[in-house]
């Protein structure tokens, strides 16, 4: 009778931890327990990563720069302040310069001095208030979206008019969000361009876009590079920098680190 009770305790135990594992929080810990403890909010840096911002005015000076593009209107140094992060304490980024006010992006937005093309990057971002915008520009080019309450492809998480947004992995004004990115750029022979870019992506630990390609960048050429080539199909075979959006909102940033890679064929985890 102890024996067969025994078993019971076990089945039932089995079943509590199975029944646990369909929350969000469960998810995150059995997603850890398989490795993948360099993915979703508070993610450590892998190996060979370069950290882009730890919170301090000193890296936010010395690995970024203005984008000046035909929209700029700033001038270093940068005008970004150094804040309390609300949620964990410490210090973060804020997206704060007068003028990007009402919502004019390329004003103020900043670029990493150093170039990539292929890589792994890892980024945090806390939007304070209602219909917060920002946005992480992929070699200054591909923009994955920053913006709450647009579920829409244009909006939260999207692929910028690529893709659907997958608004169901936010988590929220006032919270925490991470991207997990692997980015693999556009391939070119003899000049053209013979692939498209791809990127694939974590949200705060959810696999929501795979091996997606990229056809072009949006937003003419106030958004970045090649946008006012051919409408954004003129891709240009140049790297670009990590690129974060100033539209005049309070979005914050943290915890941001990216690790260069050389993809042969695909941007799987």
Same mark, same amino acid.
């Given at each position: ?13 089995? =079943?509590?931890?199975? #029944? ?18 360099? $993915?979703?909010? %508070? ?14 005015? /000193? ?9 000046? =593009? ?8 940068? /005008? ?20 990007? #006010?009402? =919502?004019?992006? %390329?004003?103020?937005? $900043? ?41 829409? /492809? ?58 997606? /390609? ?56």
């Amino acid at each position: 009778m102890k024996h067969v009770c025994h078993v019971l305790t076990i089945l039932l135990c089995v =079943g509590a931890v199975q #029944a646990e594992e369909k929350t969000p929080e469960a998810k995150s810990v059995a997603a850890k327990a398989v490795g993948q403890k360099h $993915i979703g909010v %508070g993610a450590s840096p892998v190996k060979d990563a370069e950290v882009l911002i730890d919170g301090s005015r /000193k890296m936010l000076d010395d690995k970024w720069t203005y984008w000046e =593009g035909p929209r700029f209107a700033s001038s270093l140094p940068i /005008k970004w302040k150094i804040v309390d992060d609300p949620v964990d304490g410490g210090t973060v980024v804020m997206t704060d310069d007068p003028v990007a #006010a009402g =919502g004019k992006y %390329g004003t103020a937005d $900043i670029v990493t001095k150093k170039k990539y093309r292929d890589f792994r990057l890892h980024v945090e971002f806390l939007i304070m208030k209602p219909g917060g915008n920002s946005g992480v520009y992929l070699q200054n080019r591909y923009e994955i979206q920053v913006l709450d309450g647009d579920k829409t /492809k244009h909006g939260m998480g999207a692929v910028i008019n690529e893709t659907e947004s997958p608004y169901h992995a936010y988590n929220g004004v006032g919270k925490w969000n991470s991207y997990d990115i692997k980015f693999r750029a556009a391939r070119f022979t003899d000049g053209k361009l013979t692939e498209n870019a791809l990127v694939s992506m974590y949200f705060n630990g959810q696999k929501v876009h795979d091996n997606v /390609k990229i056809y072009k960048v949006w937003g003419g050429p106030n958004s970045g590079i090649d946008g006012g080539n051919d409408s954004g199909k003129g891709i240009t075979d140049v790297p670009g920098g990590l690129k974060l959006q100033c539209e005049g909102h309070d979005v914050r940033y943290r915890n941001t680190w990216i690790n260069e890679l050389n993809l042969e064929s695909d941007t799987d985890f």
